[in-house]
C-alpha cells in the first residue's frame, strides 16, 4: 500500500532501525570501532552502554559479523530473564556441542571450557557477545565473571563483548562493571546526525527526503530527543498519516499532530512543556 502510494519500497522503515541493518551514524560507527578493536587486540571484556532504542544490539550484530570476518568463532547470546544454567546451555547450543536434556549444570560447564581451550591451543581465538546484560539474572551475571577469570580469556583467547541499557544499577553487576577493559558510550543522535540519519533512512526506501521537509526533519531531533527507534516511529507513522491525508510532503506541523498521539518516552520528556507548547504555538 504504501509503495504503490509514495512509489518506493517501505520495509526500511518496518524495523527498529530498519530491516536492512545498521544505518550508520557517527556514534554507531565509533562504537563499533571500540568494540572491533578489543576484538583485533584480543582484549577480555568491553561493555557498551546507550539508551533503549539507541541501536547497541545492532552494534552488537555488525562486531559479530566483524570478528567473523576476522576468524573468530563467534557465539552470540540475549540474556533476557535467563540464568546460570540457560546461559551454559545457549552456548552450548550456540558452539555446536550437541548438549542433552541429560547435561548437568556440571557438564555444560566443561563442554564449553574445554571447547574454548582446544580452539586455544590451535590458536582459534572466540568471541562472546551478549545482550541485555541489564536484564539477566543475578547468577548469570556470576557465571559470566566466572567465564572472564578462565586461564583462556586471560591469555587472549577469548573476548566479551556485552551491552547495557544506560543508568542501570551498576553495583547489582557487582566486579562485573569493574573488570571492562574498554567502555563504550552509545549517545543519541544529535540534530545534524538526525538529519544524516533521516537522509539515510528514506534513501534506503529508493526516495530519499523529499517526502519530508527540512523543518519537520530538524524537529524529529527535538521529539524524538535523537534516539533512533523513536526517529523511525515517528517517520513511519507520518508517512501513514501523509497517505490517509492524501499529501506528498510531511511538515512540522503533521509531526507535530503524529508526535501528539504517541506516549512520551523518558527521553523525550526533556523536552519541558513549555518548548513543546512553543512548537506547537509556531505551527499553528
Not at 543522535?189 to 530519499?208: A, C, P, Q
Amino acid at each position: 500500500m504504501h509503495e504503490r502510494y509514495w512509489g518506493r519500497n517501505d520495509f526500511a522503515l518496518q524495523g527498529p532501525l530498519g530491516q536492512d541493518g545498521l544505518i550508520v551514524t557517527p556514534p554507531h560507527e565509533e562504537a563499533l570501532a571500540r568494540l572491533s578493536y578489543l576484538v583485533e587486540h584480543h582484549r577480555r571484556f568491553g561493555l557498551m552502554l546507550g539508551p533503549v532504542g539507541t541501536g547497541k544490539s545492532l552494534v552488537l550484530s555488525a562486531a559479530a559479523r566483524e570478528a567473523q570476518r576476522l576468524g573468530r568463532e563467534v557465539a552470540a547470546i540475549d540474556l533476557f530473564g535467563i540464568d546460570s544454567h540457560d546461559l551454559l546451555w545457549q552456548l552450548a547450543v550456540a558452539l555446536r556441542l550437541g548438549p542433552t536434556d541429560r547435561w548437568s549444570h556440571a557438564t555444560l560447564w566443561r563442554a564449553v571450557c574445554d571447547h574454548w581451550h582446544a580452539l586455544h591451543s590451535a590458536r582459534l581465538p572466540s568471541v562472546l557477545l551478549f545482550d541485555h546484560l541489564e536484564r539477566a539474572e543475578v547468577d548469570c551475571l556470576g557465571m559470566i565473571e566466572r567465564l572472564l577469570h578462565l586461564d583462556v580469556a586471560n591469555d587472549g583467547g577469548l573476548t566479551i563483548l556485552a551491552a547495557a541499557r544506560e543508568g542501570f544499577d551498576e553495583c547489582s553487576f557487582g566486579e562485573l562493571a569493574e573488570q571492562s577493559e574498554l567502555r563504550i558510550e552509545l549517545p543519541c543522535l544529535s540534530r545534524r546526525e538526525t538529519e544524516s540519519f533521516v537522509r539515510e533512512l528514506l534513501g534506503k526506501t529508493g526516495n530519499g527526503q523529499e517526502s519530508i521537509d527540512r523543518e519537520a526533519t530538524q524537529m524529529l531531533c527535538d521529539l524524538s530527543g535523537g534516539v533512533p527507534r523513536e526517529i523511525v516511529r515517528l517517520c513511519r507513522l507520518a508517512l501513514v498519516a501523509a497517505e490517509y491525508d492524501d499529501v506528498h510532503r510531511i511538515d512540522s506541523v503533521m509531526l507535530l499532530d503524529v508526535a501528539g498521539e504517541l506516549p512520551r518516552p523518558a527521553h523525550r520528556r526533556r523536552m519541558n512543556e513549555n518548548s513543546l507548547a512553543g512548537l506547537f504555538a509556531r505551527q499553528h
